[in-house]
């Protein structure tokens, strides 16, 4: 009885919840493209990056069956590989055994992606994951491991697809759960805007459009205040650094059983309000 009851609670628990929320893929393995060549129908490849940590490297549970969709290519981040895109996009482990998968599943690029080419039929779309889970902003200035690393992918992504007509374009950010803090939030403002201005300059593109979002108001108090202090700088940054916008998720609620990770119907929705957001900031 003991050890039913052990069971019972392991199963109903969030941290349980965490890990059956996203399993490993396992069929079929990831398709290679040639990235030196468009699809047919299109002309140019337009690429973005996503960056930030957990929710956007997604945590929901993927689909039976991976998404197929020939003008929609990302590119592998340990590999550098370019391949179909597909859920997950921030997979780590092997494209073909999926060996050293870690908890990668479902976040909202690949819809972001998919709003994108609809919304522009001449054009594939590239996706540079760069985000990793639970990292700080610290992390994403200049200099920092994980802005080098972003830097670097998008530096060779740009390479690789030269042939293709390709560019970047923007930028999706989802970033904030780690500095939802009292000590954090002063200086969360001016950090943001220093790794976009830094972005900015060094792929030389002034006017890189950069698109974040709220983080999730899914959790209590006490936590709750810091989370909304961390919202409101984030819907603030358009009125602060140009050709910025900030997608508002704050009426998402659905979370994989932590109060802190969408699930797949949220990431969606998210990758759908990103697009628009980038559509109503692409207009002249």
């Given at each position: 009885m003991r050890l039913l009851l052990i069971?019972?609670?392991?199963?109903?628990?969030?941290?349980?919840?965490?890990?059956?929320?996203?399993p490993p893929p396992t069929k079929p393995p990831f398709e290679a493209v040639d990235i030196t060549k468009l699809p047919e129908g299109a002309t140019q490849l337009d690429l973005f990056l996503l960056m930030g940590q957990s929710n956007m490297k997604g945590r929901g549970l993927m689909p039976a069956e991976p998404k197929r969709d020939p003008r929609i290519v990302m590119m592998h981040l340990k590999d550098d590989q370019w391949y179909l895109a597909r859920h997950p996009l921030h997979l780590t482990g092997d494209t073909k055994t999926f060996q050293g998968h870690d908890n990668a599943g479902v976040g909202p690029g690949l819809t972001f992606a998919e709003a994108m080419a609809a919304?522009?039929?001449?054009?594939?779309i590239g996706l540079v994951p760069c985000a990793v889970g639970g990292s700080s902003i610290k992390l994403w200035q200049k200099g920092a491991r994980l802005y080098d690393e972003a830097l670097r992918r998008a530096e060779l992504a740009l390479h690789t697809t030269a042939p293709a007509n390709a560019r970047i374009r923007g930028v999706i950010w989802l970033q904030g759960e780690a500095n939802a803090k009292p000590e954090e939030l002063p200086q969360h403002a001016a950090r943001l805007?220093?790794?976009?201005?830094?972005?900015?300059?060094?792929?030389?593109?002034?006017?890189l459009p950069f698109i974040a979002c709220t983080i999730g108001e899914m959790k209590g108090e006490p936590l709750l205040t810091n989370l909304k202090a961390m919202n409101d700088i984030l819907l603030a940054l358009p009125k602060t650094v140009p050709h910025t916008a900030c997608v508002d998720a704050r009426d998402l609620k659905t979370h994989i059983g932590d109060a802190v990770h969408f699930?797949?119907?949220?990431?969606?929705?998210i990758g759908k309000r990103f697009a628009a957001k980038f559509i109503e900031l692409s207009k002249p």
């Amino acid at each position: 009885m003991r050890l039913l009851l052990i069971t019972l609670l392991a199963l109903t628990s969030p941290l349980f919840a965490q890990k059956i929320a996203t399993p490993p893929p396992t069929k079929p393995p990831f398709e290679a493209v040639d990235i030196t060549k468009l699809p047919e129908g299109a002309t140019q490849l337009d690429l973005f990056l996503l960056m930030g940590q957990s929710n956007m490297k997604g945590r929901g549970l993927m689909p039976a069956e991976p998404k197929r969709d020939p003008r929609i290519v990302m590119m592998h981040l340990k590999d550098d590989q370019w391949y179909l895109a597909r859920h997950p996009l921030h997979l780590t482990g092997d494209t073909k055994t999926f060996q050293g998968h870690d908890n990668a599943g479902v976040g909202p690029g690949l819809t972001f992606a998919e709003a994108m080419a609809a919304a522009n039929p001449k054009a594939a779309i590239g996706l540079v994951p760069c985000a990793v889970g639970g990292s700080s902003i610290k992390l994403w200035q200049k200099g920092a491991r994980l802005y080098d690393e972003a830097l670097r992918r998008a530096e060779l992504a740009l390479h690789t697809t030269a042939p293709a007509n390709a560019r970047i374009r923007g930028v999706i950010w989802l970033q904030g759960e780690a500095n939802a803090k009292p000590e954090e939030l002063p200086q969360h403002a001016a950090r943001l805007r220093a790794m976009i201005e830094a972005l900015r300059a060094d792929l030389a593109l002034p006017e890189l459009p950069f698109i974040a979002c709220t983080i999730g108001e899914m959790k209590g108090e006490p936590l709750l205040t810091n989370l909304k202090a961390m919202n409101d700088i984030l819907l603030a940054l358009p009125k602060t650094v140009p050709h910025t916008a900030c997608v508002d998720a704050r009426d998402l609620k659905t979370h994989i059983g932590d109060a802190v990770h969408f699930d797949t119907a949220a990431q969606n929705e998210i990758g759908k309000r990103f697009a628009a957001k980038f559509i109503e900031l692409s207009k002249p």
